[in-house]
Every structure is written in structure tokens, then in C-alpha cells.
């Protein structure tokens, strides 16, 4: 079968690779039939290995670079192996690229997300989702109803990801609550905060299409920083308190600075962008007014109620999903769009052949 494979750094190749074994004990075969390009996919082609285990085989799995990447996908169950009684062939479903190690405290107290010797989906997993097929874990797959197309089960991944961070973020109706940075993850956060029921949702953005974006996808006012001072429009908009609840979706110094001083006193912020070195909060800003810090990384155990959610007219995928392409596109088009055309595109799917 075809599939895209990373070798190093900016040398991901499509290429020919063995179709998997028949699925081991406990582990279902998948066809793929979209598989979403995440941000993580983008850094560890720029600036890789971050999470994909090079020279070395990962703890858990084995696994090693060359590997199969790829993890935000949606399939069909094509065969069983032995003890999978919970699913059938033929089955849809969309996947969590979790693979705990079953036996520490955090596998044990379903948090399988925190496992310290954790393996993912598409960069130390036996297989990845930018291939026809992989095995999965029986429990890495969860059946989407007919209310969700293929297309819509490749966002469960990402979208998960943001139900977590508003869920962190204890966002109830009485909040007012801030999204920094319309980017994918943004507009998904933007999204899960408006369902579950936020007051007012404001996006803070800087770039003309995706601040465009925010509003279609419900934002009720868009804080643009590089026009307006944002503290001081964060006050105007919120009789002088500042957010309830803010999300950083941007990942940048400056952004989760900003973040920090957007946030009331004691209110909550969730922190979900990825930085690529360590930055800084104001402390004495976040001690004096007893703010509450805190990141949110993985949907991990929200996927069924993720699935539900997306059947709510309020979720767009529409706007989410801005190309599809086959495999032999993954970088000139996939890839190069997502890095120089970052304003034009969210979410790129891939279907493999
Ligand atoms: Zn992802
Ligand atoms: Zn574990």
C-alpha cells in the first residue's frame, strides 16, 4: 500500500510500504478514509523529531523513525482480531491516537493521556493514518453515528482536543469567555465554548480571513490586537472584569503574555497552543489576582460525547474543512498550503488510496 512516511527532518516521502499483519489480539485492521494535516504534523516536518522516536526505539511500542504518520482520522473496521467483541466489521470510526501502557496510575484512572511512556497515533504507533490501512486498538476506536460523515469523523481528533480545554476551563453560561487565536484548534475552541453554552464568545485575532472565520463560526466579537488595545477592549466588553475564561490557541510569547492579562481575577486560563520554547506569564499579574493556570492537551475519554456535539448545527464543519486531497499532494499542496497559505486554509483532509 501507499502511504506517507517521515524519515528526517522536511524529508516526509509517499511511498510504498507492506499492507499491516492480520490485527493482533485485541487490535482492529482500519481502512482510512480521511486523515486530517494537525499543526503537530507541520512541526515535525519543519523542525522535527519532536514526538517521533529517532535512533531509538520508543518505550512502549518499539516503534522508530522511518514511521507512518498522521492520527486525526476517520475509517471503516475491516477485520477483528482475536477477543474484539465491542466492534464489527464495517463499523465507522474515528480514532484516539492514545496508547497508554495500561499499568501506571494514570492508565489505571482513565487519564491514559498523562502516561509517561505514552505512544500516539502516527508518530510512535505501529502505523499511521496517512496510509489505505492500520491496526488500532480496539479501544482507540469509537463508532460515529450516521448523523457524522467520513469528512466530519477525521475533525473528532482536533475538535475532542477543544472540548477538553473548554471543559478544563469550567466554561458555564455565565461566562464570558475569550479565544486567542483563530487558527484551527482556535476556531474548534471557539466552537466547543459556544455549545457548551458559553454567555459571549470573542476571538482575538490579527489576520483578516481567519478574524472573517471566527465570526461564521459564532464568534459574538472579534478583538483585533493589532488595531486596538485588547486589555482595554476586554474591560469594554465585559463591565470592566476581563474574561472569565480565556483559551490560547496561538502558541507565541506574545500570545500567551496577552492571554494571562485578558483573564479576570480569578478566573481560568487554558493554555492549548504549542510553544516551541519555553515563554512567559506576568506571575505577579496571575499571584496577585489568584488566577488559575492551566493546559489542556488530549480529548482523550471525550470522544463519544465530542462525536454528539458535532451533530449541533453550531459546529461548522464546512468552515473547518477547506481542501481535500489525495496522498501524492501531501506536501505540495497539503503541506505548502497549510505553511504559506495559512490564512486561505484551516483544516486539509488527505484520502489515501
Ligand atoms: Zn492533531
Ligand atoms: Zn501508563
Redesign the pocket.
Known sequence: MKAAVWHGREDVRIEKVNDPPDPPPGQVQVEVEWCGICGTDLHEYLGGPLYIPLGRPHPLTGVQAPVIIGHEMSGRVVALGDGVTELAVGDRVAACPIV?????????SAS?A?????AFLGTSWTGGALASRLNLNAYQCYRLSDAITDEIGALVEPFSATVRAVAQGKVSASDNVAIVGAGPIGLMALMAARIRGAKRVVAVEVAGRRIEAARTCGADDVIDPSREDPEKRARELTDGDGFDVVIECAGQPATILMAGRLTRTRGRLVIMGVFDKPAALDLTDIVYREKVVSGSMSGYGLYDETIRIMTDPRFRGDVLITDRIELDALIARGYHGLLHEKDRHVKILVRPE
Request: net charge positive.
Open positions: 497508554g501502557c495500561l499499568a501506571c496510575r494514570w492508565c489505571r491514559m498523562q502516561c509517561d511512556r505514552v
